[in-house]
C-alpha cells in the first residue's frame, strides 16, 4: 500500500544551522505531497506543499522539491531558528483514497 | 473565520467506557476527516464524512464510528475503550472539491484512558 518514510529524529542543531530532513514514499499513482509542523501541545499546521513531478512548495524559509524520480520529498531550510524546533511530518494525498497517510515525524531541537 | 474546532480539549476515561469526541469544521468546508495520533507516531487516518456519510474509512475496528450532522460538525464515538485507544485524536475539515490540498487541522482532543 501507500506509505511515506521519514528520517528519525531526533534532530538537534544549532541557531543559523541548515536542515535536511529526508522524506521518501510509495505510492500506486501519482500523489500530492505535503510538510506539516506540529508545535508542542498543539495541532497539525500545513507548512508546504507540491502536487506533481518537479514542483517546489516553499513557506516561511521552507523548501522541498518533488522528486519523482527518486519519490522523495525532503525538507530544506537554509537558517534554522530556535522558534523552528517541532515536530515535522511529511504526508502524501491520493485523490483515490480521500486520506492523507502520514510518516511517523521527525523532532527537530533547535539550540541557541 | 474560527478555523476547526474541537472538544473536549482533555478527556480521562476508563477501560470499557464510551467517549464522543466532537468537530466543528471550519466556515465554508462540508468534508470532515479524522485521525488518530499515538505518541510519538504519525496520525492514523480514521474516517471521512462528507454529505452526512461515511466516505472512506481506514483500518480501526466498528467500535469506531461517527456522524456528521447537516450543519457540516462531526462527532468521533468510540466504544468499549481499551488502554491502546489512548492518543490524540485530530479533526481535518476540507471543501470537498480541494481533496488534499485544503486539509485544515483542528488543534486535537487528547483521550487518556485507564
Known amino acids: 500500500g501507500d506509505s511515506v518514510t521519514q528520517m528519525e529524529g531526533p534532530v538537534t542543531l544549532s541557531e543559523e544551522a541548515f536542515l535536511t530532513i529526508n522524506c521518501t514514499y510509495t505510492?500506486?499513482?501519482?500523489?500530492?505531497l505535503f510538510w506539516y509542523v506540529q508545535y508542542p501541545g498543539e495541532g497539525l499546521q500545513l507548512l508546504l506543499k507540491?502536487?506533481?513531478?518537479?514542483d517546489k512548495g516553499s513557506n516561511k524559509g521552507f523548501e522541498a522539491t518533488y522528486r519523482k524520480e527518486t519519490t522523495s520529498f525532503h525538507l530544506e531550510k537554509g537558517s534554522v531558528q530556535v522558534s523552528d524546533s517541532a515536530v515535522y511530518f511529511c504526508?502524501?494525498?491520493?485523490?483515490?483514497?480521500?486520506?492523507?497517510?502520514f510518516g511517523s515525524g521527525t523532532r527537530l531541537l533547535v539550540r541557541p | 473565520d474560527a478555523g476547526v474546532t474541537q472538544s473536549p480539549t482533555h478527556l480521562i476515561k476508563t477501560r470499557g467506557q464510551q467517549v464522543t469526541l466532537r468537530c466543528s469544521p471550519k466556515?465554508?468546508?462540508?468534508?470532515v476527516s479524522w485521525y488518530q495520533q499515538a505518541l510519538g507516531q504519525g496520525p492514523q487516518f480514521i474516517f471521512q464524512y462528507y454529505e452526512e456519510e461515511e466516505r472512506q474509512r481506514g483500518n480501526f475496528p466498528d467500535r469506531f464510528s461517527g456522524h456528521q450532522f447537516p450543519n457540516y460538525s462531526s462527532e468521533l464515538n468510540v466504544n468499549a475503550l481499551l488502554l491502546g485507544d489512548s492518543a490524540l485524536y485530530l479533526c481535518?475539515?476540507?471543501?470537498?472539491?480541494?481533496?488534499?490540498?485544503?486539509?485544515?487541522f483542528g488543534p486535537g482532543t487528547r483521550l487518556t484512558v485507564t
Open positions: 466556515s465554508g468546508h462540508d468534508t
Open positions: 505510492a500506486t499513482g501519482y500523489p500530492s
Open positions: 481535518a475539515s476540507s471543501p470537498r472539491i480541494a481533496g488534499g490540498l485544503g486539509q485544515y
Open positions: 504526508a502524501l494525498w491520493m485523490d483515490s483514497s480521500y486520506k492523507l497517510i
Open positions: 507540491a502536487t506533481k513531478a518537479d
